[in-house]
Each structure stands twice: as structure tokens, then as C-alpha cells.
């Protein structure tokens, strides 16, 4: 996500331009280890003349996709609550410049879809991607039934059955869904989530990815309803960058400071053909947001807590938000 603070900060006076480059520099080796790196892009990249805008109607500096790109992304999701933020003019936008920073854009289309998944080859292994969101804070209503469904994917069995179907008929080894689902804050998912997982299960999705609750939730397998298939579910991933924070929002909300890269190898027989999830590990992750003069504009890093606990380059209450950050995340994501 980008807040006001956030692309205040990343402002080069001298350039008039704007720089999110040192938000990833920490992460970047991480996401460009990764066979294929995947992130739930929540804002839009409407263009300077709607005026740059952080909560509640998001509208980004277009430096922001290209850096998302040098951070070592490749697809990103961008169905989610505020897709519609700055309209249909804006969401298409928003997926063109994506697309054309060679970024696979999963979940929002500039035009009628012929098809609602997204495929990806990596050395024989084909994975299907879809994303679907529960909410579009209202921002739907100016818009027909048959235009939204031409423009974004909302959650329903039958839009997740069809597309799933669509998906399986390009017979891909692995199914990945992202779920922008549950309500905000709360650490345990709802009977929403959790009856959606299980349809989703049912469905034979192999990985089910959720966000929108900006704190992390839990993880665990699922079996599928017929007993012929197993699913990996995280109900959310946390916030991986924002200013949703203790200094922001207040003490109860240190955990929207939490985030994880969740890393999944995925082997193929293939000989027989059997796809395998073989591991399912992740690396944590905190949002660091420092100013020399402790107002703004402020810089963000995310880092990885276990590579910075013992940084005596850092202040030493940092050092224990990130051991606090790194119980939170463990207590979690107990995927031993």
C-alpha cells in the first residue's frame, strides 16, 4: 500500500520525481531468488492529474511500478477493495502501465477478459493465478453488474467456479488463488474466509493466498471435501509495506507493522506428471519507518527481521519492536 506519508517521502526535489527503491533494497535479493514473485498491488497508478492520494481513495506516482518491477516482482494482484478507487478510467490505467512495465496483472482487466487466469511456464511447470476480492468500498455503484464483472473479480462460487473451470482446461500443475477477503485487524479469519477456503479446496485450488486484514493470520492444510486433495491456506500475509502502524493508528496496532515472503517449492515428477508443494517456508518481515527529525517526510525499509535483530546500527527500541514482531509472526505461521 501507499499512504500519503509514504510517497511524500519517496519525493526527489531535485528530479520532481519519486523514488521507491529503498522500500525493497533489503527484500530484493529474496524476491529475485524466487522462480516467479508475486505481490498484492494495492493502489492505483491513475496519473498526476487526478492528484497523488494515500487512505481512502488510492492514487500512486507511476515510479511505483517500475520500481515494484526492479524489486524483483513479477505478477501482481490487483483485484482488492480499492481497485476502483479512482474509477474504471483509473483501474484500466492502472493495468496497462502494469502490463506494459512486462508485469503479469492478475484479478483486474482494461477490457472485457477472454479469459480470467493467468499462466506461467517455469521449467515445465505451469501455474494458473487468479484473484478475486470480497469488497470494492462501495465503489462499484456507478457501474452495471456486467461492467464490473468486466473489470475486476469479486468473490461468489459461481465467479470462482468458472474461472477455476476456465483454469483447469489450460491444465496447469499448480492452481494459486489470492483472496482479498475477511475483516480488517482482526488476527484470527473469519467463517467467511474459512468457508471459502474449503470451497476453494473443494475446487481443487492447490494454494490459497489471502490478504486484506493487514495482520497476519494463520496457516494450515485443508482436505478437499471428496478426500482426493490437499490445500495449502494462509488467510492473510499481513502488510507487507504501509504506514498502518503503532505511531499511526495507535499501540493495539503494532501488528499492522508485520509481514512475511512466503516461499513455496513446488517440484514436478515429469515423467509421471505429479506436481508436489515439497515445502511451504517463509522470512518475516517489518515495516522500518525512520526521519531524522522524527516528523516527515519519512523514510520506509521493509526488513527482514532475522537479518537486522542484532543490528546495532539500529536503535535499540527497534531492535525489540523487531523481536516482538518476529514472536508475532512465529506464533502465527507455525508451519513445522
Same mark, same amino acid.
Given at each position: 500500500?501507499?499512504?500519503?506519508?509514504q510517497?511524500?517521502?519517496?519525493?526527489?526535489?531535485?528530479?520532481?520525481? $519519486?523514488?521507491?527503491?529503498?522500500?525493497?533494497?533489503?527484500v530484493?535479493?529474496?524476491l529475485?531468488?524466487?522462480?516467479?514473485?508475486?505481490?498484492?498491488?494495492?493502489?492505483?497508478?491513475?496519473?498526476?492529474?487526478?492528484?497523488?492520494?494515500g487512505?481512502?481513495?488510492?492514487?500512486?506516482?507511476?515510479?511505483?511500478?517500475?520500481?515494484?518491477?526492479?524489486?524483483?516482482?513479477?505478477?501482481?494482484?490487483?483485484? +482488492?477493495?480499492?481497485?476502483?478507487?479512482?474509477?474504471?478510467?483509473?483501474?484500466?490505467?492502472?493495468?496497462?502501465m502494469?502490463?506494459?512495465?512486462?508485469?503479469?496483472v492478475?484479478?483486474?482487466?482494461?477490457?472485457?477478459?477472454?479469459?480470467?487466469?493467468?499462466?506461467?511456464?517455469?521449467?515445465?511447470?505451469?501455474?494458473?493465478?487468479?484473484?478475486?476480492?470480497?469488497?470494492? +468500498?462501495?465503489m462499484?455503484?456507478? $457501474?452495471? =453488474?456486467?461492467?464490473?464483472?468486466?473489470?475486476?473479480?469479486?468473490?461468489s462460487?459461481?465467479n470462482?467456479?468458472e474461472?477455476?473451470?476456465?483454469?483447469?482446461?489450460?491444465?496447469? =500443475?499448480?492452481i494459486?488463488?489470492?483472496?482479498?477477503?475477511?475483516?480488517e $485487524?482482526?488476527?484470527?479469519?473469519?467463517?467467511?474466509?474459512k468457508?471459502?477456503?474449503?470451497?476453494?479446496?473443494?475446487?481443487g485450488v492447490?494454494?490459497?493466498?489471502?490478504?486484506?486484514?493487514?495482520?497476519?493470520?494463520?496457516?494450515?492444510?485443508?482436505?478437499?471435501?471428496d478426500?482426493?486433495?490437499?490445500?495449502?491456506?494462509v488467510?492473510?500475509?499481513?502488510?507487507?509495506?504501509? +504506514?498502518?502502524?503503532?505511531?499511526?493508528?495507535?499501540p493495539?496496532?503494532?501488528?499492522n507493522?508485520?509481514?512475511?515472503?512466503?516461499?513455496?517449492?513446488?517440484?514436478?515428477?515429469?515423467?509421471?506428471?505429479?506436481?508436489?508443494?515439497?515445502?511451504?517456508?517463509?522470512?518475516?518481515?517489518?515495516?522500518?519507518?525512520?526521519?531524522?527529525t522524527?516528523?516527515?517526510?519519512?523514510? $520506509?525499509?521493509?526488513?527482514?527481521?532475522?537479518?537486522?535483530?542484532?543490528?546495532?546500527n539500529?536503535?535499540a527500541?527497534?531492535r525489540?519492536?523487531?523481536?516482538?514482531?518476529?514472536?508475532?509472526?512465529?506464533?502465527?505461521?507455525?508451519?513445522?
Open positions: 500500500m501507499v499512504h500519503d506519508e510517497y511524500w517521502g519517496a519525493y526527489v526535489e531535485e528530479t520532481d520525481s $519519486y523514488n521507491f527503491k529503498p522500500w525493497f533494497e533489503h530484493k535479493p529474496y529475485e531468488e524466487a522462480d516467479l514473485a508475486i505481490g498484492n498491488f494495492e493502489t492505483t497508478v491513475a496519473g498526476e492529474d487526478r492528484g497523488y492520494t487512505y481512502p481513495l488510492f492514487n500512486t506516482p507511476d515510479e511505483i511500478v517500475e520500481d515494484v518491477k526492479y524489486a524483483g516482482f513479477d505478477a501482481l494482484v490487483t483485484s +482488492n477493495n480499492h481497485s476502483l478507487d479512482m474509477g474504471a478510467q483509473g483501474l484500466e490505467r492502472t493495468v496497462q502494469l502490463e506494459d512495465a512486462d508485469l503479469d492478475v484479478g483486474t482487466y482494461d477490457g472485457a477478459p477472454e479469459e480470467r487466469h493467468v499462466i506461467r511456464e517455469i521449467d515445465g511447470i505451469k501455474v494458473a493465478m487468479l484473484a478475486f476480492t470480497e469488497m470494492l +468500498n462501495g462499484e455503484g456507478p $457501474y452495471t =453488474d456486467e461492467e464490473v464483472y468486466n473489470m475486476i473479480d469479486v468473490i462460487e459461481e470462482l467456479t474461472a477455476i473451470d476456465a483454469a483447469k482446461a489450460d491444465d496447469p =500443475d499448480i494459486l488463488t489470492y483472496m482479498h477477503w475477511g475483516p $485487524y482482526v488476527e484470527e479469519p473469519s467463517d467467511y474466509q468457508e471459502y477456503a474449503q470451497f476453494l479446496a473443494d475446487q492447490d494454494l490459497i493466498i489471502g490478504s486484506h486484514p493487514h495482520v497476519i493470520q494463520r496457516a494450515e492444510y485443508l482436505e478437499s471435501a478426500g482426493e486433495s490437499e490445500s495449502f491456506v488467510y492473510s500475509l499481513g502488510n507487507f509495506i504501509s +504506514n498502518q502502524r503503532l505511531e499511526t493508528i495507535g493495539d496496532f503494532e501488528p507493522e508485520d509481514g512475511v515472503i512466503l516461499n513455496f517449492d513446488i517440484e514436478k515428477d515429469h515423467e509421471s506428471g505429479e506436481t508436489v508443494i515439497a515445502d511451504v517456508h517463509y522470512t518475516p518481515t517489518w515495516v522500518y519507518r525512520h526521519s531524522d522524527n516528523d516527515t517526510p519519512f523514510d $520506509y525499509e521493509i526488513l527482514p527481521v532475522e537479518d537486522f535483530q542484532d543490528d546495532e539500529l536503535p527500541d527497534i525489540e519492536r523487531l523481536d516482538r514482531s518476529l514472536e508475532r509472526t512465529h506464533s502465527r505461521l507455525n508451519l513445522e
